[in-house]
């Protein structure tokens, strides 16, 4: 950067940067304090993406942040710098405008566990969180569900209520209170930023007690009382939470910007579903996503004029529309466009149609050749929707009588349109087992017997305990690897299986239509016996009462041919002849009912599509499907309670964690209103699948940077968590709490806070200096309250031998330590030596980076 236009210095190694604005200028705020935003300020942040597989494609992301409190000047100041670094920024970038309490699913993706509204201003950028800082007193209102915000608010009883977290910091003791309505997904993410806190701002010198049950925590409730006071009248409920619904985002109208004369003119020129050939690159486009996002796509040979004002003239839109000021707004360069613009259309090409080349066919190819390293490659397997090559054992049922049949093997593939079938695949993955379920559903199936389908489905998944990943296809959508299971040879026949197995009697004469060049791309599709059926671009058959035609469309090539050869004994026994386009047999046409017009243009390659993948957290708001997105995702973004959405767009996958399974009934039907609201205007035949916690298949896995199997394995649950695993389970009478400038006098005796609360409150007046002292364990602890968590333990007044902590299994440990922090209770110099940082260092760092450095050293 040019540190002459007073720019800040980008480092390189960093995908985070995060800048205050004091005295309109830029001032870099410390890494450590990243998530902490002042109200009364303006930020500038710059994500630039490090990971190769990166949501956001190969841009960079350049935010300003507006506090809520922010005065006019500041956001000037904040919107005039992000217009200086995007010029001076080499490569695309996206832009985009953020409000407090309003933020982007891209931009609270950043911030794990969550972001955290100071109140106030700050006198200088650079003490945004001073660590081992005990004189503290404040409350935090703490709620969202993948994305967790921390609001300031009053200390006082009137800022709660019954449905969020909240956690009362008084220092060296952090009390995090559930209100009864809490699901266990939120106490779950509270804890994780309470914890979060207690690293950064204390260096992991804290103690944190949970607060699930006021009668069980009766010691915490005791200093929330001494310092809040007696809690008067009952809680009332949460404010009711605007939630966006999918019908609005699907809400999406485009409009031409342009200046004519003196006079800007916005024009509305399409609705739901656009497609992308109306954008052109010498204009500037808005797009209005259901008034809840404004989108400004600038072509790029717009001028430079206009780009300058694609902020002021999105403001200028959401004024006259009515809108809240807080609407969020994302300006798009032509070439640079994020993931969730590019899903708002239709279909996208990288192309555009400019200096396009033809196919894509060279990328299939050599993706037909890797075939063999499906296991060793998921990224691949996801790429081709293929877990193998379709060489396990394979099982069928068909749906009769709302029963599961088997079918012979010898009729494996041979289905018909008005019927269902099961079809479950067995597999080796990394040496383990996995299974694959298919639910086959004809054109002509009836809703009984869909329902049956996925009654029977339910049973088998239970049969083989919850182990079986579940793909909803639709006839004619069938996925890569479920016609790799029948080798290509993939029969669809018209009509259904009756009772007892019995098939309705089949026409003398029938056609059908042969689509595929190899074993995985191949079906084979009855069609209305008559001429306007055929196209040039493929191979058909042509069965009669005597004999049966194999017909090439001019456009067919020869591994087309090849492989339906191979089918022919499938369908027939009958002579076969074989037939070109325009040497027909009178009695070929006469089969058909004479002559008729039908395709005879040669088939364009189909065009590879440029979309991403995205994960959504799935939720349900009165009864509305609300989806969250998560930028930038990993596998730490899932857990236990969550369900998610991973749109791959060729399919979509819901994944289930192991606390959600109540939801596993709905997730099917939530996966179709997506397809049925999206923007884009998706098929509904999309193929499904649901998969289930620890039973993930490599076409799912391989959309994740990295993939640990055992992850599972070594994590906690809330419950665990609350349960004391993180530690010993002190009696609060025996630990002094430095709570600063705090003075029981405040509050006369009527409050019933016990001895016990009262030992715990006696501050000391030396702030940072002092550590936490803690007593002598009593012996029945097993008695103690439950409900308090601390996050050191009895040992904390020494140090224990590395050897004692070291690649040791928990039951394993000394008494009294936990588990989960044994690096904590290394000497300072052990410490230093093994993990070549001091401690404050390594808490002050991102929880996932911490926990990685913990696996690679023996400490997780």
Not at 154 to 183: A, E, R, T, Y
Not at 789 to 795: D, G, L, R
Request: proline share 5%.
């Amino acid at each position: 950067m040019d540190i002459n236009k007073g720019l800040p210095v980008i480092e390189s190694h960093r995908d985070l940067h995060i800048w205050i604005i004091e005295n309109l200028k830029m001032v870099p705020v410390p890494e450590r304090a990243y998530g902490n935003f002042f109200e009364e300020h303006c930020y500038v942040i710059l994500h630039v993406a490090q990971s190769p597989k990166a949501t956001q494609g190969a841009s960079s992301d350049l935010h300003y942040w507006v506090g809520a409190a922010a005065g006019a000047e500041a956001q000037g100041a904040a919107e005039a710098s992000v217009q200086s670094l995007q010029e001076e920024l080499r490569g695309p970038t996206v832009q985009h405008r953020e409000a407090q309490g309003h933020e982007s699913d891209c931009f609270r993706s950043y911030f794990r566990p969550g972001l955290i509204y100071r109140k106030g201003g700050l006198a200088s950028g650079l003490k945004h969180v001073e660590t081992d800082m005990y004189n503290i007193q404040r409350l935090l209102h703490i709620k969202g569900r993948k994305h967790v915000s921390a609001t300031e608010v009053k200390l006082s009883w009137d800022s709660f209520n019954k449905d969020d977290i909240f956690l009362l910091d008084l220092g060296k003791v952090m009390i995090q209170w559930n209100g009864p309505k809490s699901s266990i997904s939120e106490k779950h993410r509270g804890l994780a930023l309470t914890c979060s806190l207690r690293d950064r701002e204390r260096g992991g010198r804290a103690q944190i007690g949970i607060v699930d049950d006021e009668v069980k925590a009766a010691d915490l409730m005791h200093i929330m009382e001494a310092v809040l006071g007696c809690r008067v009248g009952s809680l009332r409920a949460a404010m009711p939470s605007k939630s966006v619904t999918l019908m609005q985002k699907a809400n999406v109208r485009l409009y031409h910007v342009y200046v004519k004369g003196k006079d800007l003119v916005i024009q509305e020129l399409a609705t739901r579903p656009l497609t992308q050939d109306l954008l052109q690159e010498e204009d500037c486009y808005i797009l209005d996503q259901g008034g809840f996002k404004i989108y400004v796509w600038q072509g790029c040979m717009s001028s430079l004029q206009e780009k300058k004002a694609a902020f002021s003239r999105a403001v200028g839109f959401i004024q006259a529309k009515g809108y809240p000021t807080y609407t969020n707004v994302e300006v798009v360069n032509d070439g640079s466009e994020s993931a969730a613009f590019k899903q708002l259309f239709r279909a996208w090409s990288k192309e555009r149609g400019r200096n396009k080349k033809p196919g894509g066919m060279g990328k299939l190819i050599q993706v037909k050749l890797d075939v063999d390293k499906l296991h060793i490659q998921p990224e691949l397997a996801a790429q081709l929707r293929m877990v193998d090559d379709g060489s396990g054992k394979v099982e069928v049922w068909c749906i009769q009588d709302l029963c599961r049949q088997p079918v012979d093997s010898k009729h494996h593939g041979q289905l018909c349109s008005g019927n269902c079938y099961l079809v479950l695949y067995k597999y080796q993955n990394l040496g383990h087992v996995q299974y694959i379920l298919y639910l086959w559903q004809g054109h002509q199936a009836t809703e009984d017997e869909i329902k049956a389908l996925n009654c029977n489905a339910e049973e088998l998944d239970l049969m083989y305990h919850g182990a079986l990943v579940q793909e909803h296809v639709t006839m004619g959508n069938e996925p890569p690897h479920f016609l790799a299971i029948f080798q290509g040879q993939l029969v669809v026949c018209q009509g259904s299986t009756g009772h007892s197995g019995k098939e309705q009697p089949a026409p003398a004469t029938r056609l059908f239509h042969m689509q595929g060049t190899d074993s995985h791309n191949t079906r084979t599709m009855e069609v209305p016996a008559r001429a306007s059926s055929l196209s040039s671009s493929d191979v058909f058959l042509l069965v009669t009462a005597g004999i049966c035609y194999l017909w090439f469309g001019k456009g067919c090539n020869g591994d087309q041919r090849e492989m339906a050869r191979m089918v022919v004994p499938v369908i027939s026994r009958k002579n076969k002849e074989t037939v070109l386009e325009g040497q027909e047999p009178p009695h070929f046409w006469e089969a058909l009912g004479g002559r008729a017009p039908y395709p005879s243009n040669k088939r364009l390659p189909e065009e590879v599509l440029s979309f991403q993948p995205r994960l959504f957290e799935c939720s349900s708001h009165m009864g509305c499907l609300v989806l969250t997105e998560v930028v930038f995702f990993g596998q730490e973004d899932l857990d236990k309670y969550d369900i998610m959405l991973l749109d791959a767009w060729q399919e979509i996958f819901l994944w289930l964690g192991e606390a959600a399974s109540k939801w596993k009934k709905e997730v099917v039907a939530w996966g179709r209103e997506y397809l049925k609201t999206h923007p884009a205007g998706r098929s509904p035949a999309t193929p499904i699948v649901l998969v289930k916690q620890g039973h993930e298949p490599p076409t799912f896995t391989g959309w994740f940077f990295t993939w640990d199997p055992y992850k599972w394995t070594n994590s906690q649950s809330y419950e665990e968590v609350a349960e004391g695993s993180l530690g010993a389970v002190p009696v609060i009478s025996e630990i002094t709490a430095d709570v600063n400038n705090f003075r029981l006098s405040r509050w006369p005796g009527a409050c019933r806070a016990g001895p016990s609360a009262l030992q715990a409150l006696k501050g000391s007046q030396d702030s940072s200096e002092n550590k936490l002292e803690v007593g002598p364990k009593a012996s029945g602890s097993s008695s103690r309250p439950s409900s308090y968590v601390s996050s050191t333990s009895s040992m904390i007044n020494g140090s224990l031998p590395r050897e004692q902590l070291m690649h040791q299994a928990a039951e394993d440990l000394p008494e009294g330590v936990d588990p989960t922090r044994k690096e904590f209770y290394l000497s300072d110099s052990d410490f230093q030596d093994i993990f070549g940082k001091s401690k404050e260092e390594f808490y002050s760092m991102a929880t996932w980076k911490q926990q990685q450095e913990k696996k690679q050293l023996g400490f997780f």
